[in-house]
Nanobody
Framework: QVHLQESGPGLVKPSQTLSLSCAVSGGSITTSHLAWHWIRQPPGKGVEWMGVIAYDGSTYYSPRLKSRISISRDTSKNQFSLQLSAVNPEDTAVYFC???????????????RGQGTQVTVSS
């Protein structure tokens, strides 16, 4: 059973960079058949796929966020991270890290997902 736990600040000022981490247990982020995603859900809206990092460190991003997003990993800590630059109030959302068996973009479902963390963008 893979367990994911998000962490990071709950409040970010406009124009700053949002940084979140996802600690993984019960599975390795270097396992070849697993892929690691960031997704978010703004208030009153559906889930938005943001990006994925594969077992080999390759990354794929949503075209809508590509200019602002970066996903990286720390294999020694078995965790991966999200950075979203130049945030604005529309980036306010619950942010989740998630895992799929198999690498794909915008998956319809996720095999494992963290409980999520609220991030509010406000001055």
């Amino acid at each position: 059973q893979v367990h994911l736990q998000e962490s990071g600040p709950g409040l970010v000022k406009p124009s700053q960079t949002l940084s979140l981490s996802c600690a993984v247990s019960g599975g390795s982020i270097t396992t070849s058949h697993l892929a690691w995603h960031w997704i978010r859900q703004p208030p009153g809206k559906g889930v938005e796929w943001m990006g994925v990092i594969a077992y080999d460190g390759s990354t794929y991003y949503s075209p809508r966020l590509k200019s602002r997003i970066s996903i990286s990993r720390d294999t020694s800590k078995n965790q991966f991270s999200l950075q979203l630059s130049a945030v604005n109030p529309e980036d306010t959302a619950v942010y989740f890290c998630a895992c799929t068996d198999g690498l794909r973009t915008e998956p319809a479902k996720y095999d494992y997902r963290g409980q999520g963390t609220q991030v509010t963008v406000s001055s």
